[in-house]
């Protein structure tokens, strides 16, 4: 018998809300995926996914990232950032499915996903915005998570106004048009005792061949 997580997700005619950004396209579907299905999702990926806790260069010196990470996607899709090159594992079904529902709704041929798992409320992901060249001019960026509900913060990166949202269990997030250029974006650590969260953001990436 299949699981919940084969069966299709919502139509794109889903309703979604469009927030309140100055200078940035950004979607959110609080339930594109039902209760189930994020639920079977979750589980499976913390179970089957190949999670590494990556060493980072920041500031001159070499630190352990504060959450696991997966990279996933055509063999050609190296991805580098923070002194790192990592070379994508192949796809699974079940990252494969999640990615042609994404590229049938954005009208784009996502070929890599970053998966990360957020562990408890000290796993964070610093400021930062997804700009690196091989991302393109004005990349879509699509975020779907799974879990525990964690703040996503939004920093103008000309004004510092600062926006947060929270982005529930089973949501897509889709950032578009000039939102790297005008905004960094972080999952900040707290104090507060909760459950893990896995976010998959789907990209696509520049390559020769």
């Known amino acids: 018998m299949q699981l919940s997580l084969f069966t299709d997700t919502k139509k794109a005619t889903e309703p979604f809300v469009t927030l309140p950004l100055p200078e940035a396209k950004v979607r959110y579907y609080p339930q594109w995926l039902s209760t189930e299905q994020a639920n079977d999702y979750q589980r499976l990926f913390e179970r089957t996914l190949p999670w590494r806790q990556e060493t980072l260069r920041m500031y001159g010196r070499y630190v352990k990232s504060p959450r696991l990470q997966s990279w996933h996607g055509d063999p050609q899709c190296k ?3 923070s002194g790192l090159t990592i070379t994508p594992c192949k796809w699974t ?3 494969a499915l999640i990615r042609d529902k994404c590229r049938a709704l954005c009208h784009v041929p996502f070929n890599s996903v970053l998966a990360n798992w957020y562990r408890h409320g000290q796993d964070s992901m610093a400021l930062h915005a997804d700009d690196e060249p091989e991302l393109g001019a004005n990349p ?3 975020s779907v ?3 525990e509900p964690r703040p996503f ?3 103008h990166k000309e ?3 600062r926006y947060t949202y929270s982005l529930e269990h089973g949501s897509l997030l889709i950032m578009s048009g000039a ?5 960094l974006h ?3 650590k707290t104090t507060s005792s909760i459950d893990g969260r896995i976010n998959l953001t789907f990209r696509y990436l520049l390559t020769n061949n």
């Open 186 to 188: 972080a999952i900040p």
């Open 79 to 81: 991805y580098q950032y």
């Open 159 to 161: 004004t510092g106004q």
């Open 153 to 155: 913060v939004f920093k």
């Open 179 to 183: 939102t790297q250029q005008h905004y």
């Open 140 to 142: 879509v960026i699509a």
């Open 93 to 95: 079904p079940e990252l």
């Open 145 to 147: 998570t799974f879990g």
